[in-house]
């Protein structure tokens, strides 16, 4: 079996995973790490599922670890930090069936809200952890963590970044190995965190990481995971390049100090394997660390002594790529074509006939409002002409933040109301306990939830409210207005809406923002790319028609365009719907103060 | 392949334009050339209006999986605006395959911005630029939706300037076309290598 697959990071682990006998993995979809699970749902023998966020994911892990089998949990970067409670304390229980938590971080913030460095849960949770720098290394190192994890009794941390997952590369593929479930026997001293067991686990984990440290030194460089590769030609003036690198960063550097300089490439870089750097530095006259992001490597290497060159030279704000790498260390620019014309952006909006556009318009009109966002596509609704969302910081923070926002206003005595948009995974994801704290403690906050049937920005997956699990099998449904009321809103004070009939959004915000109370307006309405179930198709029905402008009725007022749909051309002396990017949502033939917008079928209306 | 270089391949386009397609076949065909290949897609929010980029580098050895400035032998762009955007990666010398065919993006339909003039004249100036009807070249073979293979046979016909080697590409394409498409695409991608 030597077949050759050319795979996606993230592919490429699921691949991984699978050979190594995995049992049980579940996650919670974040770019860039969504397509792992996606992947990992269509292998025989393996069982993947959606959670409803990366502290159950980490958890349910844990608990199918204890329990004997394989287990994997796999998040973005951001999605860590919602899992940091379980994952410190699964760090002194340690495992039984083999734990790997894989973490995607977005260096250059592609589609996150931030660009932490996640090495350092490593650093402090005390997990071993593997960087892999390319696909095959991902299908290799995914592999090893598991046997590593049930070798020094840890849960092992897989850091990739973004260029990793989404980069295609060559990988063998190879068979799965069934790893039998380890028998479950009750171990108090082991897995109960109490005090009393847990200062003894403390004790462990420090011969644990006496033990990971000789592996990293010693085995680890043994079986390629720390690797020197020498260096195959002389510098012209004699001297000695050293570079220590590991993940995407390693290739830059590869691309940039070529063949006249030797490498330290470890793909083990907790704990790093300090006695093998300071071997490799002693064999060169300069030392770089070519890291993305903090200065992680390089700090360890100074506090042993180890002179090197880093982050006074290597930008850690951003993503780092060969052009910046080499633009950093030798002041070269690549020869290219310069031209004399500038391009527009491109910035992503909200699709035409997106259900959001309805309610946002509508929301966009109030004055004195605060309106506190989520995470999302949603989010899109802070860009002109919309602009209707005002913060955006972390999965459910808009309820919460809103719930801050209503009582700083009201300690003030000022006028705003306030508003709290959130999505309906993100509302499972985090904002349930939110609303709980909105109706325990009282907060005339406004809560939306835009319900529009799926998790619809990292591109479609299944959710608590869809119906549907990852592997396709039908599941229950959050009924959300009854979830709302069991937290203690006012059953009349919980409105579902349609979010493309401007008259219903109207008029369930003037009710909301009138009462001096909790409240909330569920928009019920999916995502326009979603594939109907067919629940939706009976419940929504299709799209049959598109909207046209009649050119005589129409004074090119423009106020469609403010709607910001992407359907909806602005000439110069006219305006125009493109017939094939239209769903006859409608929003902009309410907004027409002439009616000069109809609706037409849609076969007529895109020949 | 006996050539060490590493060879970049750029395809810009923007979301549902079918850059995808073309970019797993150009890579395949790599592949089965005996090429390392590292193939990276940016296509975060795509589907929503947002600009795409697929770079491939093949050689005997590729390590960064990303195109840096002044690099690829090759761009090819399905669409106008977005050839422009990635001109600074093109090779000095390189060829850019232009399709004649403009997408505005947002600021440009809310009228805050206006689409730029003369890009054709531009790259040709600037660079070995191939201008493609590609949709009116897929129009008339009966389906628009052929544009992006038209622009793979123009890329694979620019490509083998850089010294190629035997690929199958009909093989490729019968692999990963449904058989009801497969003779319109390759009659598409005939006439994009022709063009």
Partial sequence: MTEKLLLTGNEAIALGAWEAGLVFASAYPGTPSTEILENLAQYDDVYAEWAPNEKVAVEAAAGASMAGVRSLATMKHVGLNVAADPLFTFSYTGVTGGAVIVTADDPGMHSSQNEQDNRYYALSAKLLMLEPADSEEAKDYTKLAFELSERFDTPVLLRLTTRICHSKGLVTRGERTTVPAVPYRKNIEKFVMTPANAKVRRVDMAGRYAAELAYANGEAAQIGINTVIPAAEQNGDGKKTGVVSAGVAYQYARDVFGDTASYLKLGLTYPMPIDMVREFAATVDTLYVIEELEPYMETQLKAAGIACIGKSLIPEIGELNSDIVRRSVFGTEP????????????????????????????????????????????????????????????????????????????????????????????????????????????????????????????????????????????????????LCASLGIKKEHIRVINPLVLDEVNSALDEALARDEPGVIITRWPCVLKQYSKADASEFGGYETVCVIDAEKCTTCRLCTKTGCPAIVSGEDSVKITGASCTGCAVCEQVCPFDAITRISRSAGTE | MNDKKVKAILLVGVGGQGTILASKILSEGFVSAGYDVKMSEIHGMSQRGGSV??????????????????????????????????????????????????????????????????????????????????????????????????????????????????????????????PAFLELNLKAFEAGFNA
């Fill in chain 1, 335 to 482: 020869e290219r074509v310069r031209s004399a014309l500038s391009s527009v952006p491109r910035p992503p909006s909200l699709c035409a006939g997106c259900p959001h556009r309805g309610f946002f318009y509508g929301l966009s009109k109030r004055k004195n409002v605060i309106i506190t966002g989520d995470i999302g596509c949603y989010t899109l609704g802070s860009a002109p002409p919309l602009s209707a969302i005002d913060s955006c910081l972390c999965m459910g923070g808009s309820i919460s933040m809103g719930h801050g926002a209503a009582k700083a206003v009201g300690a003030a005595g000022s006028a705003e109301k306030v508003v709290a948009v959130i999505g309906d995974s993100t509302f499972f994801h985090s904002g349930v306990t939110s609303l709980m704290n909105i109706a325990y403690n009282g907060s005339a906050v406004v809560t939306v939830i835009m319900d529009n049937r799926i998790t619809a920005m990292t591109g479609q997956q299944q959710n608590p409210g869809t119906g549907f699990t990852l592997m396709g099998d039908e599941a229950p449904l959050v009924d959300i207005p009854a």
């Fill in chain 2, 53 to 178: 980029s697929t770079q491939i580098r093949f050689g005997a050895a590729v390590h960064s999986p990303i195109i840096g400035e002044g690099e690829a032998g090759v761009i090819v762009a399905f669409e106008k605006m977005e050839a422009l955007r990635w001109l600074e990666y093109l090779r000095p010398g390189g060829r850019i395959i232009v399709n004649d065919y403009e997408i505005p993006s947002v600021p440009i339909l809310m009228g805050a911005a206006k689409y730029p003039a003369g890009i054709l004249e531009e790259l040709t100036a600037k660079a070995d630029a191939l201008v493609i009807d590609a949709a009116g070249i897929a129009e008339g073979l009966g389906n628009a939706k052929a544009m992006n293979i038209v622009l793979l046979g123009a890329a694979v016909r620019a490509m083998e300037g850089e010294g190629l080697g035997e690929i199958d590409w009909k093989a490729i394409m019968q692999k990963n076309i449904k």
